[in-house]
């Protein structure tokens, strides 16, 4: 039979362990920041968040060459595609921004790819991962806030997206919480490391809640009060 090799100092491979690399180091880390289960997250966020502005961009170009094409979201006043595209909101830097979102969420996916190759990046690549999904959801914030009390019509598509930023910006913070990359009190890391699909669902529940306010008469009207 062939023989195991022992690891150094004789310790036994930790059980459970299920990441790719068996890399020690994340054994005491979340299971969500390990490399696998992670890079799942931002595998299945970045396709969702590209498929969705992937789909806007189809539907734009289409109303550049007809104005009056009706896009496949336009289901009435206040649920259209079209209604907002039409907005200087939509092209806040001069294009439209489903742009960025085809660009972003394709860095988004390479990295979680490589994650399951099996690569690994440097502090510097996490940072600058951090600095990107921050302004993105800031970015989807003031997007948000501007649908609902400016042009008081929801995009769904843009919803998809915005959606799909949500557990990609609390994920990303954690994990680099979880990793040291951003200093935090060992304390707030193990919070911040249990809690985080609480946190991503109260983000879910506050975001519902906004819109049933911000379209409460439209509510009400449908439901004949």
């Given at each position: ?8 100092g004789?310790?036994a ?6 990441d ?36 806007l ?26 209604q ?7 092209s ?27 690569a ?6 996490w ?7 921050t302004?993105?959801?800031?970015f ?20 998809v ?21 951003i ?32 379209f ?10």
């Amino acid at each position: 039979m062939p023989s195991i090799s022992k690891t150094t100092g004789g310790a036994a491979p930790a059980q459970g362990f299920t990441d790719s690399a068996g890399n020690p180091e994340e054994q005491g880390l979340p299971p969500m920041t390990r490399a696998r289960p992670f890079a799942w997250l931002l595998v299945t966020t970045g396709i969702i968040g590209w498929l969705a502005s992937g789909i806007l961009v189809l539907e734009k170009l289409e109303t550049l060459k007809d104005a009056n094409y009706t896009t496949v979201c336009d289901i009435n006043p206040w649920i259209s595609c079209g209604q907002v595209m039409q907005t200087w909101q939509s092209s806040v830097f001069g294009f439209p921004n489903m742009f960025i979102g085809i660009v972003a969420f394709a860095i988004i996916i390479t990295t979680g790819m490589g994650l399951l190759a099996g690569a690994t990046f440097g502090r510097w690549y996490w940072l600058g991962l951090q600095t990107g999904v921050t302004l993105g959801f800031i970015f989807v914030i003031w997007l948000w806030s501007q649908a609902l009390y400016d042009i008081h019509v929801l995009c769904p598509f843009c919803m998809v997206v915005w959606a799909a930023m949500i557990p990609l910006f609390v994920w990303v913070t954690i994990r680099n919480v979880a990793h040291k990359v951003i200093p935090v009190s060992a304390g707030l890391a193990k919070t911040l490391g249990d809690y985080g699909w609480i946190i991503t669902a109260l983000l879910y529940v506050a975001a519902i809640a906004s819109i049933f306010f911000a379209f409460l008469n439209m509510f009400v009207g449908n439901s004949g009060m």
